[in-house]
C-alpha cells in the first residue's frame, strides 16, 4: 500500500510539471490523462500483487475457493479463512481464474499437476502449506476389503509395479512405504465375497488429477485410478468407476451404492472413525493456489 501511494504521488508531481512548462490547452489535457491513466493502471496492478501477496499469506478478510467436504475446506475453517464452496478442486481453481476468488486451497498433488509451466494454469501458483497430511483408501466399517487392499499394496511395493504406476503420473516423490501384509478374510459378511459374487469392484471418486481423471477418449486414468485396476484384477473382477458427492462419501459406502472411496482422500479422524481405512500410501498437504503476479 505504501508502494501504491509513493506511486501515486510521483505521477501527480509529474502531471503539475507538464502543466506548467507547457502553454498549449490541448497538450496539457493529453498530458494530464496519459497521466491518469498511469496512476490507474499503476494503483490496479499494485492491488493485484498485494491481494496475491496476502492469499498467499493467508489473509481472513479475502476469499478462497475450496472443495465441499474436503481437507482444504477444514483448513480454511480452522484458519478462519472466508470461502466460496465449490464441488471440485478443479472448479476452486477455476473460480481463481475467473477472478470470482481471491485463491484457492487444494491438495499439493493436485497442484503439481494442475498449475504451473505447461499445465492448464500456468499463470498459478502454490504458496503456503496450511497442512500435512496422508492419503489412504475407505471401505465399509469393518470391511475386509481394506486388508485385501493392504496385501496388494505389499504386492505391488514389492515388485515394483506401485512406484512405476507413481513415476507415470508425477507422484513417486509423495509415495509412502507398504510393508507385506496377508489378506485377512472375515468369516461373516466378506465384503471381498460380495464384490466377487457381483462381479465388481464400484469406485467412488470425483475428478482430481492426478488420481482420477479422464483422457481423451473419455477412460478413467490417473494413480488411484490405475491402482484400483490392479486390485480389481486381482479379484477377478471389473473396476467401474462413479462420480460421487464428497461430502456423502460414508453414506455412498454404507448404502453399497459403492465399495470403495479411492480418491486422494486424507486420512482424517473422521474418515477413520466411520470407515475401514487402508494402509496411508501418499504423504500431501494442503497447500494456497494464487495467481502470479503481473510484472
Known amino acids: 500500500m505504501k508502494r501504491k501511494l509513493a506511486l501515486m504521488l510521483a505521477v501527480s508531481?509529474?502531471?503539475?510539471?507538464?502543466?506548467?512548462?507547457?502553454?498549449?490547452?490541448?497538450?496539457?489535457?493529453?498530458?494530464?490523462?496519459?497521466?491518469?491513466?498511469?496512476?490507474?493502471?499503476?494503483?490496479?496492478?499494485?492491488?493485484?500483487?498485494?491481494?496475491?501477496?496476502?492469499?498467499?499469506?493467508?489473509?481472513?478478510?479475502?476469499?478462497?475457493?475450496?472443495e465441499a467436504g474436503s481437507a482444504g475446506e477444514a483448513a480454511a475453517e480452522e484458519n478462519g479463512f472466508s470461502t466460496n464452496v465449490v464441488a471440485s478442486q478443479a472448479d476452486a481453481l477455476m473460480e481463481v481464474a475467473a477472478g470470482t476468488s481471491d485463491?484457492?486451497?487444494?491438495?499439493?498433488?493436485?497442484?503439481?499437476?494442475?498449475?504451473?509451466?505447461?499445465?492448464s494454469y500456468p499463470n498459478m501458483t502454490h504458496t503456503t502449506e496450511l497442512t500435512t497430511e496422508e492419503y489412504g483408501v475407505g471401505c465399509?466399517?469393518?470391511?475386509?476389503l481394506a486388508s485385501f487392499i493392504n496385501s496388494v499394496f505389499g504386492e505391488t511395493w514389492a515388485d515394483g509395479t506401485l512406484q512405476e504406476t507413481a513415476a507415470a503420473y508425477g507422484v513417486q516423490e509423495a509415495l509412502v512405504e507398504q510393508p507385506a501384509c496377508e489378506f485377512t478374510e472375515s468369516s461373516e459378511d466378506s465384503d471381498v465375497a460380495y464384490i466377487k459374487e457381483k462381479g465388481s469392484l464400484?469406485?467412488?471418486?470425483?475428478?482430481?488429477?492426478?488420481?482420477?481423471?479422464?483422457?481423451?477418449?473419455?477412460?478413467?486414468?490417473?494413480?488411484?485410478?490405475?491402482?484400483?485396476?490392479?486390485?480389481?484384477?486381482?479379484?477377478?473382477?471389473?473396476?467401474?468407476?462413479?462420480i460421487i458427492d464428497w461430502d456423502n462419501k460414508i453414506m455412498e459406502l454404507d448404502s453399497k451404492n459403492i465399495d470403495v472411496v479411492w480418491n486422494g482422500m486424507t486420512l482424517t479422524?473422521?474418515?477413520?472413525?466411520?470407515?475401514?481405512?487402508t494402509n496411508a500410501y501418499c504423504n500431501n498437504a494442503q497447500v494456497i493456489v494464487v495467481p502470479v503476479p503481473v510484472k
Open 140 to 144: 465399509r466399517k469393518g470391511s475386509d
Open 103 to 119: 485463491a484457492a486451497i487444494i491438495d499439493l498433488l493436485m497442484a503439481g499437476a494442475m498449475i504451473g509451466e505447461g499445465t
Open 269 to 277: 479422524s473422521e474418515t477413520t472413525s466411520a470407515m475401514e481405512c
Open 202 to 242: 464400484i469406485v467412488g471418486i470425483t475428478e482430481f488429477e492426478p488420481m482420477d481423471y479422464k483422457d481423451e477418449s473419455g477412460s478413467w486414468i490417473g494413480f488411484d485410478a490405475d491402482m484400483a485396476r490392479v486390485v480389481a484384477e486381482k479379484l477377478g473382477v471389473e473396476a467401474q468407476f462413479v
Open 13 to 66: 508531481m509529474t502531471i503539475g510539471a507538464a502543466l506548467t512548462g507547457c502553454g498549449n490547452a490541448s497538450k496539457e489535457e493529453d498530458t494530464a490523462q496519459t497521466a491518469s491513466n498511469a496512476v490507474e493502471e499503476s494503483a490496479a496492478e499494485q492491488d493485484a500483487e498485494d491481494t496475491g501477496e496476502e492469499a498467499a499469506a493467508g489473509d481472513a478478510d479475502l476469499v478462497y475457493a475450496v
